[in-house]
């Protein structure tokens, strides 16, 4: 059995119980964001930089995660950051240099879509960095996100796990809803193909980037409801151990007035 597969799929929330978990951890987020922007007192103290880092499957539903994770914000309290492949110009530079200018200084917020992983998921599996390239990529990872939190920034990254059968099944549902369809394109069915490549790839990502200071949060996302609760649950406590971290007191219950 591999790393993946201790993960159960089968774990749901009711839709109620989902909704009253969804919307209390949206308001404790919002209390936090104003806190670390300096804005919820007026006081103009700046609490850590946070970033949110997203992986997962296709269809994994990190899209739907992010839209709620985001929805209780000011949009100008926050960035998401989609990531593509790399331009030409940015394949002349060493293949970190490209995600500098998204990561947030301090009081900031930024969600990245796809991130540095990259090289050691698909670049490793379609071929496009070399096998000394790709592992010699854990080590300068974990060396700069522990630059990064040694510096006070509070690192979430989450990886959105779903089973074979279950991203089938949003596959072929995005194929029969012309509003969704666009998601849907012949490279994530190829991937699908891959999957067992992905599947070493990932396990080996977990194995050797899971760090004290930067640690993987697995999301159990067959089920949408208890990933997107899981999702918000997981970044307002790594958000409110960073505030506290900084010296910044938090309540420990934001009452409605």
């Given at each position: 059995?591999?790393?993946?597969?201790?993960y159960?799929?089968?774990?749901?929330?009711?839709?109620?119980?989902?909704?009253?978990?969804?919307?209390?951890?949206?308001?404790?987020?919002?209390?936090?964001?104003?806190?670390?922007?300096?804005?919820f007192?007026?006081?103009?103290?700046?609490?850590?930089?946070?970033?949110?880092?997203?992986?997962?499957?296709?269809a994994?539903?990190?899209?739907?995660?992010?839209?709620?994770?985001?929805?209780?914000?000011?949009?100008?309290?926050?960035?998401?950051?989609?990531?593509?492949a790399?331009?030409?110009?940015?394949?002349?530079?060493?293949?970190?240099?490209?995600?500098?200018?998204?990561?947030?200084?301090?009081?900031?917020?930024?969600?990245?879509?796809?991130?540095?992983?990259?090289?050691?998921?698909?670049?490793?599996?379609?071929?496009?960095?070399?096998?000394?390239?790709?592992?010699?990529?854990?080590?300068?990872?974990?060396?700069?996100?522990?630059?990064?939190?040694?510096?006070?920034?509070?690192?979430?990254?989450?990886?959105?796990?779903?089973?074979?059968?279950?991203?089938?099944?949003?596959?072929?549902?995005?194929?029969?809803?012309p509003?969704?369809?666009?998601?849907?394109?012949?490279?994530?069915?190829?991937?699908?193909?891959?999957?067992p490549?992905?599947e070493?790839?990932?396990?080996?990502?977990?194995?050797?980037?899971?760090?004290?200071?930067?640690?993987?949060?697995?999301?159990?996302?067959?089920?949408?409801?208890f990933?997107?609760?899981?999702?918000?649950?997981?970044?307002?406590?790594?958000?409110?151990?960073?505030?506290?971290?900084?010296?910044?007191?938090?309540?420990?219950?934001?009452?409605?007035?």
């Amino acid at each position: 059995m591999g790393l993946l597969d201790t993960y159960d799929l089968s774990v749901k929330l009711p839709g109620e119980v989902g909704a009253r978990r969804l919307a209390a951890a949206q308001r404790r987020l919002l209390y936090l964001r104003l806190i670390d922007g300096g804005i919820f007192d007026g006081s103009g103290t700046l609490g850590p930089p946070i970033c949110v880092v997203f992986e997962g499957w296709d269809a994994s539903g990190k899209g739907g995660a992010i839209t709620r994770l985001v929805a209780p914000l000011d949009p100008r309290h926050v960035r998401v950051i989609s990531i593509a492949a790399p331009t030409f110009d940015e394949k002349r530079h060493h293949f970190l240099a490209r995600f500098w200018p998204h990561l947030p200084g301090w009081g900031g917020m930024t969600i990245l879509d796809r991130s540095w992983y990259g090289r050691v998921l698909v670049e490793r599996v379609e071929g496009f960095a070399t096998e000394e390239q790709w592992r010699r990529a854990y080590e300068e990872i974990n060396a700069v996100e522990r630059s990064l939190t040694d510096e006070g920034m509070v690192l979430v990254k989450i990886w959105m796990h779903v089973s074979s059968d279950e991203q089938l099944k949003r596959f072929k549902a995005r194929e029969k809803d012309p509003l969704k369809r666009w998601k849907l394109t012949a490279e994530d069915w190829r991937n699908r193909e891959q999957r067992p490549a992905y599947e070493l790839a990932v396990t080996q990502m977990l194995e050797r980037t899971d760090t004290p200071c930067a640690p993987w949060t697995v999301v159990e996302a067959d089920d949408k409801t208890f990933a997107r609760v899981k999702v918000l649950e997981t970044v307002t406590a790594a958000l409110e151990r960073g505030l506290l971290k900084a010296g910044i007191c938090v309540d420990e219950a934001d009452e409605q007035p």
